[in-house]
């Protein structure tokens, strides 16, 4: 895999050109491109140091203006080099950092043998859709997740696919398949095991299920934002790491030190 030419076309498809979602709205701004909906983001922005401040400040000033939350999303190849600190300067809090990890679906992934007893199914009706979210809230904590009214809507649609794994008959684990039309690059989000039923094998087994779906699909790549914790199974069976993200955040209301205002 040529790194340089994978995250040029991934920078280029996903972040410069972002696939429309229902209820947002992208806008390009000079060399920033955001979204726009019941929370906000920065996908992707061409920053020299020269004008880095100027750009910073003015997408800052009109965030302010909507009072709403916005991600400003910094992938390790973003320039300048100084940029997550630039955002900090301007009151932008770091989340987590993930690893952008990526699979050549030109390539056999290797789940592994699929654990006795574990059955894979796909979501197709609100009652598995129910059912999917208990199982993210299970394994993430009550409030972490997805919700069902995310993606009620999309059950019926080709971008989205909800896969539930079950193990002797009962739902232990779930995840998402993002299929953008018109893409190379399809993405998993939101994979997680009940905690009484991790190390057997079926997150690896639920990754390999979607993989082997944007296959037919058609699919070049698959891509997923790994967290520490799923970042050696996902190299276990193929991804490779080729940069690290930091969402940093503006909360509406806070000033540039980050602290509440006074409303």
Do not use: N
Request: glycine share 12%; net charge negative; with cysteine.
């Amino acid at each position: 895999m040529d790194v340089a030419q994978v995250l040029a076309r991934f920078d280029s498809e996903m972040r410069a050109d972002p696939p429309p979602e229902p209820g947002t709205q992208v806008e390009r701004v000079g060399s920033v491109v955001r979204v726009l909906g019941d929370s906000c983001s920065v996908s992707f922005s061409q920053l020299t140091p020269s004008d880095a401040g100027a750009v910073i400040a003015e997408q800052t000033a009109f965030f302010r203006s909507l009072g709403k939350r916005v991600e400003w999303k910094v992938y390790g190849h973003d320039l300048p080099s100084d940029l997550g600190e630039r955002l900090r300067e301007a009151g932008y809090a770091p989340d987590s950092t993930e690893t952008f990890m990526v699979f050549d679906l030109a390539d056999a992934l290797d789940p592994g043998p699929r654990p006795a007893g574990v059955e894979i199914r796909r979501v197709t009706d609100r009652g598995g859709l129910e059912t999917a979210v208990a199982v993210g809230h299970d394994a993430f904590g009550r409030g972490e997740g997805w919700t069902f009214e995310e993606y009620a809507g999309r059950l019926s649609g080709p971008s989205l696919a909800i896969l539930l794994a079950y193990a002797d008959g009962a739902p232990v684990a779930s995840g998402r398949l993002e299929m953008p039309p018109d893409r190379r690059f399809a993405s998993l989000w939101g994979g997680g095991t009940a905690p009484s039923h991790r190390g057997r094998g079926i997150y690896r087994a639920l990754v390999g299920a979607r993989a082997e779906l944007a296959r037919r699909r058609g699919y070049r790549f698959l891509t997923v934002d790994a967290l520490p914790t799923s970042r050696p199974i996902l190299e276990r069976v193929g991804f490779r790491p080729l940069t690290s993200i930091t969402g940093w955040v503006l909360e509406p209301g806070h000033d540039e030190r980050g602290e509440a205002q006074p409303s």
